[in-house]
């Protein structure tokens, strides 16, 4: 693979996006109790103890979790390749307060929170140890600029205490 373009195709089409990701997870209950307990996910469709898939707003799915082939597993040790996080975009920074509120409340630790300019974001774990990203964009017109009008994105530390106030 490269990261050139085939010749004589264009760039992805602009609409296109991840419709969904798909989790292998250990223990299905306890997958379903963060993403759906925790974090308020509503279950859409559930496959025994094999499979569930989650959305909000009434989606079909935006995230499976599933045991056929790591039922009772363990982690990927570091070092190996996979997936590094799965984010979650909020539609406000009220919102993602509301998200932060639940972690607190459910005792879950937070790996970071950072400011990136263009969005503001929480770092933490699940209960398989996958990577999960909570976030909300920041409109565009207020995204920060280069001066050649180029995208300028940051990593700096979130205040939580003022994203709580957000809600």
């Not at 997870?25 to 103890?49: H, K, N, P, S, W």
């Not at 565009?140 to 995208?151: K, T, Y």
């Amino acid at each position: 693979m490269t990261d050139v373009p085939m010749p004589g195709f264009g760039p992805i089409h602009p609409g296109a996006t991840i419709g969904h990701v798909h989790l292998k997870v250990a223990d299905l209950e306890r997958a379903l109790g963060f993403y759906c307990g925790v974090l308020g996910f509503d279950l859409m469709q559930r496959f025994g103890a094999q499979a569930a898939f989650v959305s909000a707003g009434g989606y079909h799915h935006q995230i499976g979790l599933n045991t056929w082939e790591s039922l009772g597993g363990r982690p990927p040790a570091p070092g190996t390749t996979g997936l590094y996080h799965t984010a979650v975009l909020y539609p406000t920074r009220a919102a993602l307060a509301d998200a932060l509120r639940r972690l607190i409340a459910a005792g879950i630790a937070l790996d970071g929170a950072s400011d990136h300019g263009v969005s503001e974001a929480l770092y933490l774990r699940d209960p398989d140890e996958n990577g999960v990203e909570l976030y909300w964009d920041r409109p565009r017109d207020v995204w920060p600029r280069d001066a050649a009008g180029g995208l300028a994105m940051h990593t700096r530390r979130l205040d939580l205490e003022d994203l709580l106030r957000a809600g």
